[in-house]
């Protein structure tokens, strides 16, 4: 139990492009997902949380108007990195709180390479 | 947000032994929770021990916590190449996660 899924799992795309990444979670409800981005050999570093029915939670330095996040369902989040840039190109991660403060359930992660 | 630090960065054991990894933290927290990523993949839980516990089990691994230390431990024993892997604390306080650095473990047969 406690699945959560990614998609895609690798995308490249052209810079100013936009890039849309699903978070879906696929035998539990989620009330709260996480979007983390790791770059190579580095930790996790939280982006925002999302938040089914309401608008998403950023961290600080986070631009929220270049990484828009929709928390459509109790089992999907979607983050959508606009006009994406070189530096944009990282490892996405979601993840889902199935029982909040037990511990969170991690998507496969999805690579992000922006040329 | 407050993150951990691991220590040590990276570890090299033989089959068999047993591989330790240390995790501070600087404020106070609900639980913590350990984490494993094998390269270019997602977070595997672990384990998750919260702040009233000292010591939990699960399977080859054991993990301490001491609150007035601000500090844990991951313990890994018999190791296999198949635990080859980064592994990630994680301390949370609110409902969010804040993680460490991670200790890369090699796992040589």
């Known amino acids: 139990g406690a699945v959560v899924s990614q998609h895609p799992s690798w995308v490249i795309c052209k810079s100013g492009t936009s890039v849309k990444i699903e978070c879906r979670s696929l035998?539990?409800?989620?009330?709260?997902m996480f979007w983390y981005r790791q770059f190579p050999k580095q930790s996790l570093m939280l982006m925002a949380t999302?938040?089914?029915?309401?608008?998403?939670?950023?961290e600080q330095g986070v631009e929220k108007d270049k990484f828009l996040i929709n928390h459509a369902s109790l089992t999907l989040s979607t983050l959508t990195v606009t006009s994406a840039h070189p530096e944009d190109s990282s490892f996405y991660i979601c993840?889902?709180?199935?029982?909040?403060?037990?511990?969170?359930?991690f998507g496969p992660g999805t690579r992000l390479t922006v040329l | 947000s407050q993150q951990g630090e691991e220590d040590p960065q990276a570890l090299s054991i033989q089959e068999g032994e047993n591989a330790t990894m240390n995790c501070s933290y600087k404020?106070?927290?609900?639980?913590l929770q350990w984490y494993r990523q094998n390269s270019g993949r997602g977070l595997v839980h672990l384990i998750l021990?919260?702040?009233?516990?000292r010591e939990k089990h699960s399977g080859r691994l054991r993990v301490t916590l001491d609150t007035s230390k601000k500090s844990s431990s991951l313990l890994i024993t018999a190791s296999r190449a198949a635990d080859t892997a980064s592994y990630f604390c994680a301390t949370s306080n609110d409902y969010k996660l804040s993680f460490g650095a991670g200790t890369t473990v090699t796992v040589r047969a």
């Open positions: 035998d539990f409800q989620a009330t709260t």
């Open positions: 021990i919260r702040s009233n516990e």
């Open positions: 993840s889902a709180d199935a029982d909040m403060g037990a511990g969170q359930y």
């Open positions: 404020t106070s927290i609900n639980n």
């Open positions: 999302s938040n089914e029915g309401s608008k998403a939670t950023y």
